[in-house]
T-cell receptor
Framework: KNQVEQSPQSLIILEGKNCTLQ??????????LRWYKQDTGRGPVSLTI?????NTKSNGRYTATLDADTKQSSLHITASQLSDSASYIC?????????????FGQGTTLQVKP | DTGVSQNPRHKITKRGQNVTFRCDPI?????LYWYRQTLGQGPEFLTY????????KSRLLSDRFSAERPKGSFSTLEIQRTEQGDSAMYLC????????????FGPGTRLTVT
C-alpha cells in the first residue's frame, strides 16, 4: 500500500530557531516528492518538488532533502518566523509521470512562538 | 489570473441534503483534481480530469458523489444525500501538465453536515 508518514506530528519552536521535519514513504513507482505548506483553512502551497535524481532543493529558508534509497525526505527550516506557523505536508507523486496523482502525508503542525 | 478559485468557501447543510461545489481552475490548465481533507489529516485524492474527461476515480468516491467538467474549464462536485461523515474540506487543484509539474490548489470548500 502506498503510504507517506511524517514526524513529528506537531512541533513548537521559538522564533529564530531552526527545525527539521521528517518524511518516510513507501510509494511505488516513485515519480517525485513535494513539500507543501498549508495555513489553517487554506489550500496547500508548494515549497519544493524533487525528482528521483535530486538530493536537495532550496526555496529561501526552506531546504528539502531526498534519499531515494532509504525513501526518506526532510524539510529544514532555518531562522524560523512567526509566519512559518502552519502544517507542512510531504507529498509523493505515484505512478507514471502522466498520472500526477498525489499521496499526502498527514502533515506536521509547526507552531513558532515569539 | 488569480489562481484556482472555489465556491462556496463554507457550506453547512443538514444530513440528507444535496450539495454542489464549484472549482474554477487556472486558465488553460488541462488537469483538474479533487481532494478531500479531514481535520488533522492530509488531503486524499478523489478524482481528476484531463480537459472534460474524468480519467480516474478513487474508491473514496462513493455512488453519492459525482464530478463533472463539462466544457473542460470549471468543475463541479456534487454530493447527494449527505452524511455526517462527508464533513471535510474539499480541495480542488489544477495543473498545466501532469507528472512533475506543479499542482496549484484552491482555498477549499469547508463542508459541515449537521
Amino acid at each position: 500500500k502506498n503510504q507517506v508518514e511524517q514526524s513529528p506530528q506537531s512541533l513548537i519552536i521559538l522564533e529564530g530557531k531552526n527545525c527539521t521535519l521528517q518524511c518516510n514513504y513507501t510509494v511505488s513507482p516513485f515519480s517525485n516528492l513535494r513539500w507543501y505548506k498549508q495555513d489553517t483553512g487554506r489550500g496547500p502551497v508548494s515549497l519544493t518538488i524533487m525528482t528521483f535524481s535530486e538530493n536537495t532543493k532550496s526555496n529561501g529558508r526552506y531546504t528539502a532533502t531526498l534519499d531515494a534509497d532509504t525513501k526518506q525526505s526532510s524539510l529544514h527550516i532555518t531562522a524560523s518566523q512567526l509566519s512559518d506557523s502552519a502544517s507542512y505536508i510531504c507529498v509523493v507523486s505515484a505512478g507514471s509521470s502522466n498520472t500526477g496523482k498525489l499521496i499526502f502525508g498527514q502533515g506536521t503542525t509547526l507552531q513558532v512562538k515569539p | 489570473d488569480t489562481g484556482v478559485s472555489q465556491n462556496p468557501r463554507h457550506k453547512i447543510t443538514k444530513r440528507g441534503q444535496n450539495v454542489t461545489f464549484r472549482c474554477d481552475p487556472i486558465s488553460e490548465h488541462n488537469r483538474l483534481y479533487w481532494y478531500r481533507q479531514t481535520l488533522g489529516q492530509g488531503p486524499e485524492f478523489l478524482t481528476y480530469f484531463q480537459n472534460e474527461a474524468q480519467l480516474e476515480k478513487s474508491r473514496l468516491l462513493s455512488d453519492r458523489f459525482s464530478a463533472e467538467r463539462p466544457k473542460g474549464s470549471f468543475s463541479t462536485l456534487e454530493i447527494q444525500r449527505t452524511e455526517q461523515g462527508d464533513s471535510a474540506m474539499y480541495l480542488c487543484a489544477s495543473s498545466e501538465v501532469p507528472g512533475a509539474y506543479e499542482q496549484y490548489f484552491g482555498p477549499g470548500t469547508r463542508l459541515t453536515v449537521t
